[in-house]
Every structure is written in C-alpha cells, then in structure tokens.
Nanobody
C-alpha cells in the first residue's frame, strides 16, 4: 500500500517562504516519478513541479525561479521550497507519485498515488 504524507503548509505573508515535505512509503519501483500539485478553490488541480528518478526536474512557468523541488538522500522524501510567495499561490498542495514514461510533463491523470494535501495560504 503506497502512502504519501505531506507536511509544512501554513499561512505566510506575501514575499515569505515555506518548505513542504512529503514522506513516501510502500513502493519499491526505482523509476518512480514524484511531483507537487496544487488546487485552489473553484479551480482545477494543476502541476507545480516534478522530479524524475534520475534527478531531472521541471516546474510550471508560474513558479519557475521561486519554487524548487528536491528529494532527500533516501529518495523517499520529497521537498518543495517555496520562496517569494504570492497570494495567487494560495491552494491545497498535494504530493503525488507514479510510474509512467514522461515524468516531467506535470499531467495530473498520470499519477497513481496522492497524499491528503497540505494547505498553503499567502496573504497580501
């Protein structure tokens, strides 16, 4: 049973920083792709950043230069460092994992496993 557990969300003023973490358990496939997604009220879930099993990363244009995705040494921990936060970054943030050919495309439907989400609120 694959489990993903996020932590690190909270409330911050615009321009501030937060670091999200996700601990994964229950899978052994070394080709697993992991990513961060977010969903604001009334909007569709969208990709934020992804990391492939070889360490390659991608990020949505809206967060490039501000957010950085990384993995811990054990590869079962995922982080999202979020700097220069804006009110439009307010959303529920989800950690996701899956095995599929094009890892870095940030396609929601390709991910098999999801965490429960952690709320990020940025005030102006």
């Amino acid at each position: 049973q694959v489990q993903l557990v996020e932590s690190g969300g909270g409330s911050v003023q615009a321009g501030g920083s937060l670091r999200l973490s996700c601990v994964a358990s229950g899978y052994t496939n070394s080709k697993t792709c992991m990513g961060w997604f977010r969903q604001a009220p009334g909007k569709e879930r969208e990709g934020v950043a992804a990391i492939d099993s070889d360490g390659s990363t991608s990020a949505a244009d809206s967060v490039k230069g501000r957010f950085t995705i990384s993995q811990g040494n054990a590869k079962n921990t995922l982080h999202l460092q979020m700097n220069s936060l804006k009110p439009e970054d307010t959303a529920m943030y989800y950690c996701a994992a899956g095995v599929f050919p094009v890892c870095l495309a940030l396609v929601v439907d390709e991910y098999n496993y999801w965490g429960q989400g952690t709320q990020v609120t940025v005030s102006s």
